[in-house]
């Protein structure tokens, strides 16, 4: 009997110690919870193009009222669709003796001058902003002197056009200097040429099918050796007159854009990027204007 006591006794203290051990962790309904654990600190930035774009072009460039959109400045979207295409061995429109990005040339790069305050037009970058610190330059030197290339995974789908400069539907203050069609995989440099890549004007009534267009003779039709994912028809010395301009990438016919495996340009283009309905084929075509005045 007086054992049954004792262990009765000593099982209602343990019982006592331990829901009070549970009150003091807040379990068993009676303490406030613990505080949520804080979010993990963002990877740090490295010299490859993927980090710079995720951690520098998108969050601090590429917002509403700087480099995106069709009135981005001097053309220059960074969102990630257009940034790698629009920077790298692109010519500075500031400063056209001096690339953008010049691939194992940090120095000479405008994006660094401009990022470092250094340039020899226009005002450190960001805008309104902070300079960005020392290391994250730092990465973007190295990633420039490493010969700036785009780390990000290639499509594996039939050849597309991911955007284009100028965007279609832009109206432009003043005729660009080039058309840069910017693609998901290398094209066949072999295949980008004048039959492949047609820029018209409406022949000034705004409209295109009714025979008045008008062929624009390029400077030049290449694709750059540093960014050998675009196509450039260079309007250098050409004079474009106010008008409806209309953009053709060809997929289809006698002539066509392939990619490096002989597969056709999926060019057909509803308004979003990219471009075409998954099978190779079609005509990518998009239109912008130019009104000076």
Same mark, same amino acid.
């Given at each position: 009997?007086?054992?049954?006591?004792?262990?009765?006794?000593?099982?209602?203290?343990?019982?006592?110690?331990?829901?009070?051990?549970?009150?003091?962790?807040?379990?068993?309904?009676?303490?406030?919870?613990?505080?949520?654990?804080?979010?993990?600190?963002?990877?740090?930035?490295?010299?490859?193009?993927?980090?710079?774009?995720?951690?520098?072009?998108?969050?601090?460039?590429?917002?509403?009222?700087?480099?995106?959109?069709?009135?981005?400045?001097?053309?220059?979207?960074?969102?990630?669709?257009?940034?790698?295409?629009?920077?790298?061995?692109?010519?500075?429109?500031?400063?056209?003796?001096?690339?953008?990005?010049?691939?194992?040339?940090?120095?000479?790069?405008?994006?660094?001058?401009?990022?470092?305050?250094?340039?020899?037009?226009?005002?450190?970058?960001?805008?309104?902003?902070?300079?960005?610190?020392?290391?994250?330059?730092?990465?973007?030197?190295?990633?420039?002197?490493?010969?700036?290339?785009?780390?990000?995974?290639?499509?594996?789908?039939?050849?597309?056009?991911?955007?284009? /400069?100028?965007?279609?539907? =832009? @109206?432009?203050?003043? *005729?660009?200097?080039?058309? %840069? &069609?910017? !693609? #998901?995989?290398?094209?066949?440099?072999?295949?980008?040429?004048?039959?492949?890549?047609?820029?018209?004007?409406?022949?000034?009534?705004?409209?295109?099918?009714?025979?008045?267009?008008? /062929?624009?003779?390029?400077? =030049? @039709?290449?694709?750059? *050796?540093?960014?050998?994912? %675009? &196509?450039? !028809? #260079?309007?250098?010395?050409?004079?474009?007159?106010?008008?409806?301009?209309?953009?053709?990438?060809?997929?289809?016919?006698?002539?066509?854009?392939?990619?490096?495996?002989?597969?056709?340009?999926?060019?057909?283009? =509803?308004?979003?990027?990219?471009?075409?309905?998954?099978?190779?084929?079609?005509?990518?075509?998009?239109?912008?204007?130019?009104?000076?005045?």
């Amino acid at each position: 009997m007086k054992n049954t006591l004792i262990l009765k006794i000593r099982t209602g203290l343990l019982l006592l110690i331990f829901s009070g051990v549970l009150g003091a962790c807040g379990g068993g309904g009676g303490g406030a919870p613990l505080p949520p654990a804080p979010p993990p600190p963002p990877p740090p930035i490295t010299a490859v193009f993927s980090s710079i774009q995720s951690n520098v072009f998108t969050p601090t460039c590429a917002v509403s009222g700087c480099h995106t959109g069709a009135g981005a400045p001097q053309g220059l979207r960074l969102d990630a669709a257009n940034s790698y295409a629009l920077l790298v061995g692109v010519a500075s429109m500031e400063v056209p003796t001096i690339m953008r990005v010049a691939p194992g040339d940090p120095a000479n790069s405008y994006l660094v001058q401009k990022l470092e305050g250094t340039a020899s037009s226009g005002v450190r970058m960001p805008l309104g902003g902070g300079a960005l610190p020392a290391a994250t330059i730092n990465a973007i030197r190295q990633w420039i002197t490493d010969g700036a290339t785009d780390d990000r995974v290639a499509s594996t789908n039939p050849k597309r056009v991911s955007s284009l /400069s100028p965007l279609p539907g =832009s @109206i432009l203050e003043a *005729a660009p200097s080039a058309i %840069t &069609a910017i !693609f #998901d995989r290398d094209p066949d440099p072999s295949t980008v040429n004048l039959n492949t890549f047609i820029l018209e004007s409406s022949g000034g009534d705004g409209t295109f099918g009714d025979g008045n267009e008008v /062929s624009i003779a390029a400077a =030049s @039709i290449s694709v750059p *050796a540093a960014n050998p994912a %675009t &196509a450039v !028809f #260079d309007l250098t010395g050409v004079r474009l007159a106010d008008d409806v301009y209309q953009v053709r990438l060809l997929g289809e016919g006698a002539s066509m854009m392939l990619d490096m495996s002989a597969n056709a340009l999926d060019g057909e283009f =509803s308004g979003a990027f990219p471009s075409g309905d998954g099978s190779q084929g079609g005509v990518f075509t998009a239109e912008f204007e130019i009104a000076s005045h």
